[in-house]
């Protein structure tokens, strides 16, 4: 055993003694604070609840508490150190984002196009803990194309939702401190006083991915200010070589006016009157009943899994759904769980064939990491990865050639063992036309079952359109043509390491399209990318769970601002417009309740 598979393979150990750690010591001061009310719920009063401490939930529950009083409920607590780590973050994911003690797990139901090496099921995993997926994911930072949004404003009928409009809910968000590829553009696009410190990963071969895309006729551009089919640098969430959450940034940092969080805390319903007013939650801290009551309103903000969830939980989404669960109809709504957005990709390993590389020692780079704390240095304090925007040949048919709907991102697997002189390129589809469905597990709840991982079933249904397939195929040829077939990488003498090309797809022709689509239908996965279970759309679409201001048809004072409003996802990571999304919603609040700061503070207290 090597000294980074040494290091690495203890990661899960420290992420349970944290997790278990940070969770008695919250257990034992939740005893101490409830001991008075003699085993009965004290029922506590806010102006807002926020439900879910995710990317968006951190960061309404942040802003809002600027002005108000407000209770963050989270089901998990604090993230584990592992978690911040630059590298270990973009690297070891997978090994941070399948621990179940910092993550639900849910199962899909069978799929019929895809995880068929794991009989149909497909297994994900959403972080559970403060600043939720965002606290482990890549921190990869892109908007989408400003096409996206535009898009939304004319689903929905309401400008406010397109890009221009929606570029100051981006700016609000950033302290962005990276070089752009026109600096011209610096204060026009991007935000400089921000709580969301964004930088820019320049790995060393960036210069080599530039020229590989410009023999492909592609420029290096900015893939944020206004992204095009282009290849380019990632933009980062990062400070001082930690990944930063919307909990780090809107809530961890502030010195006053934070929000009161109640951690290991599920929601269990929503509070309805019988006039469908919503006027508080139920839910269970460290397994104990509580009460509270919101004067103003109650926002779902529990992702794209957990918010349909909670509807679903308290008398909101299809009659037939709820009636099958014997929960009392509040409000028939069939889209609750419907149009589930996601990301698919084929993970392609390179090998690299070139005697004169090496791996920079890994006990230099844990000093350089580590000598300075205040100035953290070395491969361990980036991510090092770039990407590429690609509109295929469907795009280019519908007459979209400047809204990529491909993202071809490149990372180098330094300090791996079971991966030596190996680099990662990721085909993912940006603009799937297949949609799934997030279900309701009826026969687990009425069996009593209450983790949100029991109660969900999702159904992907990647590749129902079949031209979805057709252009990960293109992004996967592309891959290869990058690799294998530019000037620019010629050096590492890269080859396509096809061992983990399944048995049941190798009888096929060598790299055809039947050989590539057999593989996705046994290996892709996800991005983690979900989006679209609670869309917002007009008053005539039967399938909207919002209106344009996030607002719950038919329920007063109820909203759902987090990834599940999305009317369709965006071409790219969803962390940064999950936040903008936040943003806009914490807007609506303000113009609704007329509220000003409080005296002698500012937006970034």
């Keep these: 055993m090597d000294l980074t598979t040494f290091v690495f393979s203890g990661l899960p150990v420290i992420i349970q003694h944290y997790a278990d750690f940070y969770k008695q010591r919250d257990l034992d001061s939740t005893l101490k604070e409830l001991e008075p009310q003699q085993g009965l719920p004290k029922i506590q009063e806010y102006d807002f609840i926020v439900v879910g401490g995710g990317t968006a939930g951190c960061l309404v529950a942040g802003r809002l508490s600027n002005r108000f009083s407000v209770l963050l409920l989270e089901m998990g607590g604090d993230p584990p150190p592992p978690v911040y780590p630059a590298f270990i973050g973009s690297k070891m994911a997978y090994d941070i984002r399948s621990h179940p003690s910092i993550n639900e797990i849910y199962k899909s139901i069978p799929q019929l196009t895809s995880a068929l090496d794991d009989d149909g099921i497909a297994t994900v995993h959403a972080g559970r803990m403060l600043g939720g997926t965002g606290s482990h994911n890549a921190n990869v930072y892109n908007r989408g194309s400003p096409l996206d949004f535009d898009n939304w404003a004319k689903l929905l009928g309401d400008q406010t939702w397109d890009y221009k409009n929606m570029l100051k ?312 043509k990058i690799m294998e077939g530019t000037q620019a990488f010629k050096p590492g003498r890269y080859k396509l390491d096809e061992s983990h090309i399944p048995q049941a797809c190798q009888g096929l022709p060598r790299r055809s399209a039947e050989m590539w689509k057999c593989a996705l239908q046994r290996l892709a996965t996800t991005l983690w990318h979900w989006a679209g279970t609670c869309k917002m759309g007009k008053d005539s679409d039967a399938m909207a769970v919002v209106n344009s201001k996030m607002q719950v048809f038919g329920i007063t004072n109820l909203r759902v601002i987090d990834a599940s409003v999305m009317p369709k996802v965006t071409n790219s990571n969803v962390n940064a417009p999950t936040m903008a999304v936040a943003q806009k919603g914490v807007e609506e609040i303000f113009r609704k309740h007329h509220s000003f700061p409080k005296e002698g503070m500012t937006e970034e207290d």
């Design 169 to 480: 809910h981006f700016t609000d968000s950033e302290n962005f401190v990276g070089p752009l590829v026109n600096e011209r553009q610096r204060y026009e696009y991007y935000g400089q006083h921000g709580p969301l410190r964004v930088d820019v990963d320049l790995p060393e071969y960036l210069d080599t991915w530039i020229l590989a895309g410009k023999e492909l006729g592609y420029n290096y551009s900015d893939p944020n200010a206004y992204q095009t089919p282009s290849f380019t640098a990632q933009s980062v969430s990062l400070r001082n070589g930690l990944r930063e959450s919307t909990y780090d940034a809107f809530i961890k940092r502030k010195l006053i006016w934070k929000p009161t969080i109640h951690r290991y805390s599920q929601a269990e319903k929503i509070l309805i009157d019988d006039n469908n007013n919503a006027y508080g939650v139920a839910y269970t801290r460290h397994g104990i009943p509580q009460i509270a009551h919101a004067k103003k309103e109650v926002i779902v903000s529990a992702g794209a899994f957990g918010s349909p969830i909670l509807l679903t939980k308290s008398g909101i989404g299809s009659a037939d759904v709820l009636q099958a669960a014997k929960i009392p109809v509040k409000k028939d709504m069939p889209g609750v769980g419907k149009n589930l957005w996601d990301h698919v990709m084929l993970v392609l390993p390179f090998r690299r064939n070139d005697s004169s590389h090496r791996d920079p020692n890994f006990e230099e780079e844990l000093k350089k990491f580590q000598r300075n704390p205040s100035n953290r240095q070395g491969y361990l304090a980036h991510q090092r990865r770039t990407q590429g925007f690609v509109a295929s040949a469907r795009a280019k048919a519908d007459g979209e050639g400047d809204w990529a709907d491909l993202q071809i991102q490149l990372a180098d697997l330094l300090f791996r063992e079971d991966y030596p002189d190996t680099v990662v390129l990721e085909a993912c589809l940006g603009r799937p036309k297949s949609v799934g469905e997030f279900l309701f597990n009826t026969t687990a709840y009425l069996a009593g079952e209450t983790a949100n991982g029991k109660l969900g079933l999702s159904n992907f249904k990647y590749f129902s359109d079949p031209t979805d397939m057709d252009v990960v195929v293109e992004g996967i040829n592309l891959c290869i």
